[in-house]
């Protein structure tokens, strides 16, 4: 026996048995004509449980106005079904299944829960208890939940049909009032609220007349008791409303179900309906053209960064990406911007306020100029380097230069086995040789030969590979100047870090220190006391110890 036919015989049976239900009611609109419907569901729902004494009323779910099409949306039938998952019930009493849910994948999921949790659901409309584990009733509700889909997508269709005549009407709607405005349900028509409008006209004054700006306009209207931010009063003064136009059409949207939300696009401005209202102009237009040139003056324009820049901070590919450090607390800085025109980059750290290092940030150009000393003075030290590698080079110079005798025998050796095969193709020459010691003599005049091929090579190698002791200068002038190239530059880029630093750490005392990739740990000293601002890097000046 299912679950569903458990709950009929209960049901109709009089039962003692309680059966532990709860209620969900919904609607996907707040207009008039649906505004009691909540209630009326959940009054035939409490109705049919006064008829059966052992049904249980556990809780009640309800969300006006939310559409059926999604499941994230709606608060109380997630909480129903986090009721379900964690102290289980056995009956949900609803209208009908479109209640529930108007998408065949959320329908599904439902499906799926009330199954793994051993309860069903009882439809008013028909009285019936749903039988999910039964075949025939799951072709039945795969039918009634594409239908339900079906209806959705219709009902988008309609509202874009609605909003076409809409705007070949030039009609207004309750969404295109705004403050100074009245809605008018009855007759849907809009009207000047006169006590608002007056705000209206006032911020448009002193904006104009008397050098207001939006942050001290919002400031003047809050003492006197009216509420209002300041970002509202900026979006006032730019409205076009407040001369009678209003623009319709300027957002569509794109239809989400399942477990995809709803978009709101912005269609571009050649798309929009204008519907010119004179009796609905608040502002003169006069001043309101005077707002619109003072606002437009008053817009600071920053240059923006060029693409390459833009990249490499998305990209993670800025000069000092993952390799600065606090030494206290192990979290790396990152890169960012110290100013809005996005000029001065700097490197911060994040969540830093449980650690006792100061040290919150530093400037990408005090970074590169204490690199740019560090390996300096790194390639300033190497002097003994080319001491060492001189005398390896001339080491290798001299080695070339006493290989004559092991030459010398090399060619002895090959003089001997070309007389071997001399001997050997007399011996061919021989009439009274068997075929058998004809090809032994072969054999061995091939190996031979190829001998004496590995000889010559090798020889030949030997040969060419003699250096003189002019190729030590060279060298030694090579790398001196490649050494006076590196001592000289004068530009830090993302190549140069990467292949010479492995860390920068900041210790809260100020200084820097750089680890080198050869493990050479380089300490830049404060020079000053006196820092930039209290929690970043100020001037650096380097340590004349150099440790590893």
Not at 264 to 270: A, D, N, S, V
Not at 515 to 524: A, E
Request: with cysteine; charged share 30%; aromatic share 6%.
């Amino acid at each position: 026996m299912t679950l569903a036919q458990e709950i009929r015989e209960k049901l109709n049976n009089g039962s003692t048995d309680n059966i532990r239900a709860v209620i969900y009611a919904r609607v996907s609109t707040d207009n008039e004509g649906q505004k009691e419907s909540c209630s009326n569901q959940v009054y035939l729902a409490k109705k049919y449980i006064e008829e059966h004494p052992n049904i249980q009323l556990i809780e009640t779910y309800v969300d006006d106005g939310i559409s059926g099409k999604n499941d994230f949306t709606r608060p109380q039938y997630n909480e129903m079904l986090q009721k379900l998952s964690d102290d289980g019930f056995d009956l949900i009493l609803t209208k009908a299944l479109s209640r529930l849910n108007r998408d065949e994948l959320n329908s599904l999921v439902l499906n799926r829960m009330l199954l793994d949790h051993n309860a069903t659901v009882l439809t008013l409309e028909d009285r019936q208890v749903h039988d999910f584990e039964d075949m025939n009733s799951g072709l039945f509700h795969s039918i009634k939940y594409a239908m339900d889909a079906q209806f959705v997508k219709q009902q988008s269709i309609n509202g874009k049909k609605t909003q076409e005549l809409r705007c070949e009407r030039k009609e207004l709607s309750a969404k295109d009032c705004s403050f100074g405005y009245d809605w008018h349900r009855e007759d849907k028509t809009i009207t000047i609220n006169q006590e608002q409008a007056a705000i209206v006209r006032r911020i448009f004054e002193d904006f104009v007349y008397r050098n207001g700006t939006p942050a001290s306009i919002q400031r003047a209207l809050n003492n006197e008791g009216i509420s209002i931010c300041s970002r509202s009063v900026s979006n006032i003064i730019k409205d076009e409303r407040y001369i009678g136009k209003f623009y319709i059409n300027k957002r569509t949207t794109k239809l989400g179900t399942g477990r995809t939300k709803s978009k709101r696009i912005q269609l571009p401005k050649e798309n929009w309906v204008l519907c010119e209202r004179p009796d609905l102009q608040i502002v003169d237009t006069d001043l309101f053209e005077l707002a619109q040139r003072i606002h437009h003056s008053r817009i600071t324009i920053y240059e923006k960064p060029d693409k390459k820049t833009v990249q490499a901070h998305f990209q993670g590919m800025h000069l000092y990406a993952s390799k600065i450090f606090c030494p206290v607390c192990g979290k790396p800085y990152h890169f960012g911007y110290a100013d809005r025109k996005k000029t001065k980059p700097v490197y911060r750290i994040k969540n830093h306020q449980d650690c006792p290092n100061p040290i919150r940030s530093i400037y990408e150009d005090d970074l590169q100029e204490v690199t740019r000393i560090a390996l300096k003075h790194v390639i300033e030290q190497q002097s003994h380097v080319l001491s060492s590698l001189e005398t390896v080079l001339i080491e290798c110079v001299e080695a070339t230069q006493n290989n004559g005798e092991e030459i010398s025998n090399l060619k002895k050796q090959k003089a001997s086995k070309e007389k071997k095969i001399n001997s050997l193709i007399d011996a061919l020459m021989d009439d009274g040789l068997t075929d058998a010691a004809k090809e032994k003599v072969k054999s061995k005049l091939n190996t031979i030969t190829e001998e004496i091929n590995n000889l010559t090579t090798i020889i030949e190698d030997k040969e060419s590979n003699k250096l003189s002791f002019s190729y030590v200068d060279d060298k030694i002038a090579e790398i001196k100047k490649a050494i006076a190239e590196l001592k000289n530059f004068t530009t830090i880029d993302r190549d140069r870090i990467q292949n010479y630093i492995d860390r920068i750490d900041l210790p809260p005392n100020g200084d820097i220190d750089i680890t080198l990739k050869s493990g050479q740990i380089i300490t830049l000293k404060q020079q000053t006391e006196d820092f930039s601002d209290g929690n970043s890097v100020g001037k650096m000046g380097i340590q004349d110890v150099l440790y590893s």
